[in-house]
């Protein structure tokens, strides 16, 4: 086959796999030759091949575009689980904040303030814990929020929770080290942490959180505790002031460290949060972890911890090994978004939504006969099955509907089957009774 009809072949199938879009342009003739090594009579020939046959259009000087009027077929992708892993959202895909309410002509205003007035100092290498400007922010807002009353060198800016977890184990464990971990918990860190050597072992979590009776009985010389004490994930559970002092104590008398991952901790809907763990800390043996990836966006990629503060140089030492990848543009943005009250006013938004999100999508589901497990806030929701959840979220997932199974959650635990879902990106009530009919009728 002459060269021009191959390359005519590899484009005609991207159009059709959707690889290219309708109106999508291409490359010049000239830039294709070049980087393919060909001349460019060649790309010129199957170009007008495909606008012969009505797959390409010539827009003048504009260039070659693939034709609007075609309809290709629809790519078939898995189910995008986390954020992250599709750039449109799915019904019920956990991860994700309401893309639709974040002010990104806000953001964008903030940014290009940024941009004007930073100088040539602002293009050089940032602080390998993160911008001052944004640790400041940082502690002052946990402080009024949280209560947690901390320095900003305490604070380290990482490119999101993973990030976090390696630099706290990389700055404190040593291979062989043991971790309690919540079971179910989150799954996508479990092998972060076994990269670092630290071996997992699984707590059992009931109605008041981590048993932590259970871990110290089965596990009493473990290195660390990771756990989510605000708002259980997935369960959804707070764990219990009584279990918080015990393990406290726990970690003071072992000489053990507690991560705490406070990720949602910001959308409560009934009741006040018990204080965070961090904000009882004496014996100084709390590791904070925090993002923006749910109360902003994903893409912002910044994370954050607060350490003890006679570890602050023991993670420095590490952090100038790993470096700081957040943009020192993108943190001072968010510093000034913060000092200018807009996150503020965002969360304040962004809870009244949830909340009626969360109505919709609730009555919707029990609409059709669907057993939703009580919970006093966060961004997710649980189903409670009888039977195989895998078999139906593999049903539900095959339907489009982006569900997962609580028993994939699970390490070593049995318990119930669950569906797991969120609502941040319902957006009506009618949107939450359509995607609630088409999962009672694909696990039907």
């Given amino acids: 086959m002459p060269r021009y009809q191959q390359i005519a072949r590899q484009l005609k199938t991207a159009i059709e796999q959707g690889e290219l879009k309708p109106g999508a342009r291409l490359p010049s003739s000239r830039t294709w030759s070049q980087e393919l090594g ?14 012969a046959q009505g797959w390409l259009e010539r827009r003048g000087q504009a260039g070659t575009f693939v034709s609007d009027r075609l309809h290709p077929q629809k790519e078939v992708s898995a189910p995008a689980f986390f954020a992250g892993e599709s750039s449109v959202p799915q019904p019920f895909q956990m991860g994700l904040p309401a893309l639709d309410l974040f002010p990104r002509d806000i953001w964008a205003r903030v940014m290009g303030r940024r941009l004007r007035t930073q100088t040539r100092f602002d293009l050089a290498l940032g602080d390998v814990g993160g911008e001052a400007i944004l640790r400041q922010a940082i502690a002052d807002y946990l402080r009024v929020s949280r209560s947690i009353d901390c320095l900003p060198e305490q604070i380290f800016i990482t490119s999101g929770y993973a990030a976090s977890m390696t630099l706290t184990l990389r700055a404190l464990a040593a291979p062989g080290d043991g971790m309690w971990i919540e079971d179910p918990g989150f799954p996508l860190i479990r092998p972060v942490i076994e ?5 997992l072992m699984p707590v059992p979590v009931d109605e008041n959180g981590m048993n932590v009776a259970v871990g110290i009985r089965d596990y009493p010389d473990a290195r ?14 707070a764990l219990s002031l009584s279990r ?3 393990l406290l104590e726990w970690a003071c008398d072992r000489q053990a460290w507690i991560i705490e991952d406070d990720y949602d901790s910001e959308f409560r809907y009934h009741s006040k949060p018990l204080p965070p763990l961090k904000s009882l800390d004496a014996p100084q043996r709390v590791i904070y972890a925090g993002t923006f990836s749910k109360s902003l966006f ?15 140089n023991r993670f420095r030492q590490q952090a100038s090994r790993m470096a700081c990848s957040v943009p020192v543009l993108w943190q001072n943005t968010l510093a000034d978004f ?3 009250g807009h996150f503020w006013r965002h969360l304040k938004k962004m809870r009244q939504h949830y909340a009626q999100r969360r109505q919709w999508t609730e009555s919707a589901l029990k609409e059709q006969g669907f057993h939703v497990v009580a919970q006093e806030g966060g961004i997710q929701l649980v189903i409670a099955i009888k039977g195989d959840d895998v078999a139906l979220v593999h049903k539900a997932n095959e339907a489009g509907l982006a569900v997962q199974a ?3 959650w699970r390490l ?27 999962l009672r009728l694909a696990i039907q």
């Fill in 338 to 340: 913060i000092h200018d």
């Fill in 38 to 51: 060909i001349s460019r009579s060649t790309v010129e020939n199957a170009y007008a091949d495909l606008v």
């Fill in 406 to 408: 609580l028993c994939r």
């Fill in 298 to 312: 994903p893409a912002l990629r910044t994370a954050w911890l607060v350490v003890p503060l006679n570890q602050v």
């Fill in 195 to 199: 990269q670092e050597n630290v071996t």
């Fill in 412 to 438: 070593k635990t049995t318990g119930e089957g669950g569906i797991l879902m969120s609502f941040t990106n319902i957006t009506s009530a009618e949107m939450a009774q359509d995607v609630a009919k088409r």
């Fill in 224 to 237: 660390f505790a990771l756990l989510t004490p605000a708002h259980q994930s997935p369960l959804g559970v």
């Fill in 244 to 246: 918080r002092h015990q």
